[in-house]
């Protein structure tokens, strides 16, 4: 069954989600740009893990939001549903979030490693990349999959591929179950282990008797920036998540799936917004930040210099 869209939520997730392309984009690619550009960072742990989190919130930005707002902007047209954009969609948003929700635990952990053992930590550089390779390798199989159910024939009462493909689940059907208890088992384990890790470094780091090193200001400031991006994440996904329930355990109706909508701008944000809270608080991220402004300010001031000769 479908619903209409609202035309009031139309203009306001249509802007939102040019915001997220432009803002998201550009944030995301200082932090790409800083790594592969400084020999020094790359043979680090943390700015590795942070790479491939910009990736994948690159991905977010500029693949799965702009099929979204091909939707939103004209609903009525199902220029994705009849289009291997569908896939494309399902497939991006799938494996994104999930990679993110591996990173946030290995930060977690990098960061553990700062505090109580730096001199042999336990993740190492070549095991994270180990780790991220089998990782990325897993997540674009479960990816696979879930593009493969979608299109196991459904009835007329079940979701319609389109909605399946913004990820918006109406009833429980064997795509919206799949989906449903791989989010909750990814979710789980990324938080208990993230929570963990982190509640051991404070406790470690918070008594004298226990403390066996003196974190850095970089360092203490870097295990804040990971904690504060892992909340703002899961904070920006859990409306979208919560009606994901209501979707398939409740009543839909239209109000839902318009609040599907507006929810979906949190989320996808959440991807725009990481790179920012990288850049604003991290020292090293701020300079690069600047250093890309400047320079994009003085190749526009010498285009006008010689646009006037």
Known sequence: MYYDQYTAVTWIVVPCY????????????????????????QKKTYHYLLANGAFTDLAMCCVFTPLLL???????????????????????????????????PLLSINRQDVASRPLTPWLTKRQ??????????????????????????????DSPKLYRCILVSQSLDP???????????????????TVRCYF????????????????TNDDAGRARICVIVAIVY????????????????????????????????????ASAVSPYLYCSMDGYYKRR????????????????????E
């Not at 803002?23 to 995301?28: D, P, Q």
């Not at 939103?72 to 999930?98: D, Y």
């Not at 904070?235 to 398939?248: A, D, H, K, N, S």
């Open 18 to 41: 040019i915001l997220t392309i432009l803002i998201g984009s550009f944030g995301n690619a200082v932090i790409l740009r800083a790594y592969f550009t400084d020999p020094t960072i």
């Open 289 to 308: 930040f600047a250093e890309m402004v400047k320079s994009l300010k003085c190749s526009q001031d010498d285009e006008i210099y010689e646009m006037d």
């Open 200 to 215: 051991q470094m404070y406790r470690r780091t918070s008594v004298a008797e226990s403390l066996h090193t003196v974190l």
């Open 128 to 157: 994270c990349k180990t780790i991220l390779i089998g990782a990325w390798s897993g997540c674009a199989i479960v990816s696979l999959i879930h593009v493969g159910i979608l299109h196991i024939p459904t009835d007329p009462d």
């Open 70 to 104: 091909i939707y939103r902007a004209n609903e009525h047209a199902h220029t994705i549903e009849l289009s291997p954009l569908c896939e494309l969609g399902l497939f991006s948003s799938t494996l994104s979030v999930s990679m993110q929700y591996v990173v946030f």
């Open 175 to 193: 795509f919206s179950g799949a989906f449903f208890v791989y989010s909750i088992l990814l979710y789980c384990a990324s938080i208990f282990v």
């Open 234 to 269: 899961t904070v920006f996904w859990t409306p979208f998540v919560l009606l994901q329930f209501y979707g398939i355990f409740g009543q839909y109706t239209e109000v839902v799936f318009n609040l599907h909508a507006l929810s979906s701008i949190f989320g996808v944000a």
